[in-house]
């Protein structure tokens, strides 16, 4: 707290008139997040289709990480800390987000935008898995959409060459398989 006082040059009593404690401005910090997050979405077209809406979802991610990096930081990592009802608000918040991004996977398989056989949690872990540690190398020079242009061609092609169905739930190296370098 005496490190915000400062920061904004005021005295650390004046901090605990508008928070009472530590958590509850973290709690702030956690919320304005997930509403930064769910805002990035509703500013997203529900009429494009829906492979189309995945994608600006991942873009308006990362754009929310790369203008709030500190809020970003506090969603993805501090939250823990949370206790009582502000980590249970915070993890609803967190939960309702995750199930918005699920629920455009899903329309994009129904819409057949993405393959029928991926398993849409899997699949919205590797979107949050891509799109969340950006705020650990983001910075004021990162071009998003140049970001989200790679991250879409992952997530959509895969690093690899079409593997058959049966090759790709083992997970022992095929014989003769050279470590790289």
Not at 62 to 85: C, M
Not at 88 to 93: C, G
Not at 164 to 169: E, F, G, I, L, T
Request: glycine share 6%; aromatic share 8%; charged share 25%.
């Amino acid at each position: 707290m005496s490190d915000i006082a400062a920061a904004l040059g005021i005295h650390k009593s004046s901090v605990y008139a508008h928070m009472a404690t530590k958590e509850d401005l973290l709690a702030e910090i956690a919320l304005a997040g997930a509403a930064a997050f769910h805002a990035a979405l509703d500013g997203m077209s529900e009429d494009a289709p829906p492979g189309d809406r995945l994608r600006d979802a991942l873009r308006a991610h990362l754009e929310v990480v790369k203008h709030q990096l500190d809020v970003a930081t506090i969603w993805l990592q501090e939250w823990r800390f949370l206790t009582g009802d502000g980590r249970e608000e915070f993890l609803r918040q967190r939960h309702a987000y995750e199930r918005r991004i699920s629920n455009i996977i899903r329309d994009a398989v129904a819409a057949g935008d993405l393959r029928q056989d991926i398993d849409p949690r899997y699949t919205m872990l590797a979107f949050f898995s891509m799109a969340n540690w950006t705020y650990t190398w983001f910075d004021a020079d990162t071009d998003v959409d140049v970001v989200a242009a790679h991250y879409w061609d992952l997530l959509m092609n895969g690093i690899g060459r079409p593997v058959q169905r049966a090759d790709r739930r083992s997970s022992k190296p095929s014989r003769g398989a050279e470590p790289a370098g």
